[in-house]
């Protein structure tokens, strides 16, 4: 059974520009999360979408966004990038939409420059 | 609000000995879910463990074992006889039961653990 698989792996970008991550969840899973992870603030849950419609939200700025498709698949996006968004960005999915074990992707490391 | 504190930063051992890693939680809630993650220099998160707020019961999984004491609000996990694959940062996490938490995790700073051979 195939994992989270999250694209792409690495990323550089510039100030300004806008960004979209990738990922995939196992084959079954219809709950996506995505985290951030800094050295500083350490892991930081973004949000989450369930059967397409997102249910929770992080403390981020509206920079930040997502969407998840009918398969279960899910993206987000950040515009105007910021030196502070360089980060590890983790996709994690569950079979249901609470409090079941998340499995996680290795995540995408954007660096913005 | 919850919060999970994961008060060693670093921890350094000698392989074969043994390693307990912290962790405090803290909720207002009755019924939560509480994690222990694993996290590799290849960057992934790798589940080991959840537990319940109505299981207390500790738990061993061949060298690994969770020390789970509602009373004090820790959730504790132990190395047995460590080994140099054990060097990851472990992260302790924690989830609210309720409706508007779906699945969203509180993570504690994460523990950076290294077994010299």
């Known amino acids: 059974k195939a994992g989270v698989t999250q694209t792409p792996r690495y990323l550089i970008k510039t100030r300004g520009q806008q960004v979209t991550l990738s990922c995939s969840p196992i084959s079954g899973h219809r709950s996506v999360s995505w985290y951030q992870q800094t050295p500083g603030q350490g892991l930081q849950f973004l949000f989450e979408y369930f059967s397409e419609t997102q249910r929770n939200k992080g403390n981020f700025p509206g920079r930040f966004s997502g969407r998840q498709f009918s398969n279960s698949r899910s993206e987000m996006n950040v515009s105007t990038l910021e030196l502070g968004d360089s980060a590890l960005y983790l996709c994690?999915?569950?079979?249901?939409?609470?409090?079941?074990?998340?499995?996680f992707g290795q995540g995408t490391r954007l660096t913005v420059v | 609000a919850q919060k999970v504190t994961q008060a060693q930063t670093e921890i350094s051992v000698v392989e074969k000995e043994d390693v307990t890693l912290d962790c405090v939680y803290e909720t207002r809630d009755t019924t939560y879910y509480l994690f222990w993650y694993k996290q590799p220099p290849s960057g992934e998160l790798v589940f080991l463990i959840r537990r319940n707020s109505f299981d207390e019961q500790n738990e061993i999984s061949g060298r690994y074992s969770w020390n789970f004491q509602k009373s004090t609000s820790s959730f504790n996990f132990t190395i047995t006889a460590s080994q140099v694959v054990d060097s990851a940062v472990y992260f302790c996490a924690l989830s609210e039961a309720r409706e508007t938490s779906g699945s969203r995790l509180t993570f504690g700073e994460g523990t950076q653990l290294t077994v010299n051979p």
């Open positions: 994690a999915s569950s079979f249901g939409h609470q409090n079941t074990e998340a499995f």
